[in-house]
């Protein structure tokens, strides 16, 4: 089959360091165009400064991939849609939850691809780690996503802004784990997020969770981490403890640690390529469904003003 032509929309840090070398080496994929305001993409491919300015004058796309800031996607999706091509969202999929369906119903009716991508779910650790847990009776966990947001998310104001989750943008990718590795779905008791009194999301998010048998999850996420950061999930069952570490990549058993080959953003393209040529979406808002709850039900503490 001929390579599906996909069009990078939002040329920022993660298109670079991660979906153009993605796509780049996935022989499903060519690219045929990049979609900034600001950057360009690579030399030697054609470059617009919006999507309305591709569709009436570029190359014929079959597909875009929006790594965009959530606020600013819903409309991109539906434009995309419109003209019949298949959508790759970045995560989270959307600044709200309503958006998402929105876009999943239209998708369906167009009859082309919507994916919700979570590349975390793609580290090494993670499929071992939900095989083992399938056969194992939940205690507790706990999850630990503690990082210095001046490192990781240095001058990006959006994400302090509505819609921009706060330090949930990289908690949501613990979530994203979670959800997919522990074997009964679990829901939110209690949360208190943490605000800058300069910021309209927070900084910092203490929340507990508790599974449909009753295990409790607790959730410590802070960008206000300085020294080693954490990217941890511990899960404590009847056959002894597993810790997924640095995000996902390390798998600790009780019989050992295993070490392999992360290769999160390949993974992602290669389901997405899966997805379009069986006629089929992947639009699971699970992460986002319980970051929302946080937001509506968590309770609201006033920190210190944040400056980058």
């Known amino acids: 089959m001929d390579p599906i032509r996909i069009a990078i929309v939002g040329v920022g840090k993660i298109a670079r360091d991660q979906h153009i070398p993605a796509i780049e080496g996935n022989p499903n994929f060519s690219i045929g165009a990049t979609v900034s305001p600001n950057h360009r993409g690579p030399e030697g491919i054609p470059h617009f400064n919006s999507l309305e300015e591709l569709i009436e004058s570029g190359p014929a796309i079959d597909a875009v991939a929006l790594c965009t800031p959530p606020q600013v996607r819903y409309d991109l999706a539906a434009l995309a849609l419109s003209k019949g091509m298949h959508v790759f969202l970045e995560k989270p999929p959307g600044a709200t939850l309503a958006e998402v369906a929105a876009l999943e119903s239209r998708a369906e009716k167009v009859g082309v691809t919507l994916f919700a991508s979570w590349h975390s779910r793609y580290a090494a650790g993670v499929a071992p780690a939900r095989a083992w847990l399938a056969e194992r009776t939940i205690l507790s966990a706990k999850i630990v996503w503690r990082e210095d947001v001046r490192v990781w998310h240095p001058g990006q104001d959006w994400i302090w802004e509505p819609g921009g989750l706060g330090v949930f943008d990289p908690g949501i990718n613990a979530l994203s784990i979670a959800t997919h590795i522990m074997p009964r779905p679990f829901f939110l008791k ?35 981490q300085t020294g080693p950061q954490s990217w941890d999930i511990i899960v404590e069952t009847d056959a002894g403890t597993l810790k997924l570490s640095n995000g996902g990549a390390v798998l600790t058993l009780p019989t050992g640690t295993e070490h392999n080959e992360d290769l999160e953003y390949p993974g992602l393209y290669s389901r997405f390529a899966n997805l379009i040529r069986g006629g089929r979406s992947d639009v699971d808002i699970a992460p986002l469904r319980l970051v929302a709850d946080a937001f509506l039900r968590g309770k609201r503490d006033l920190v210190e003003e944040f400056h980058d």
């Open 190 to 224: 209690e949360a208190t997020l943490s605000l800058p009194a300069n910021r309209a999301a927070p900084i910092a998010a203490d929340i507990e969770f508790r599974d449909t048998a009753g295990a409790e999850i607790h959730m410590d996420l802070d960008w206000r």
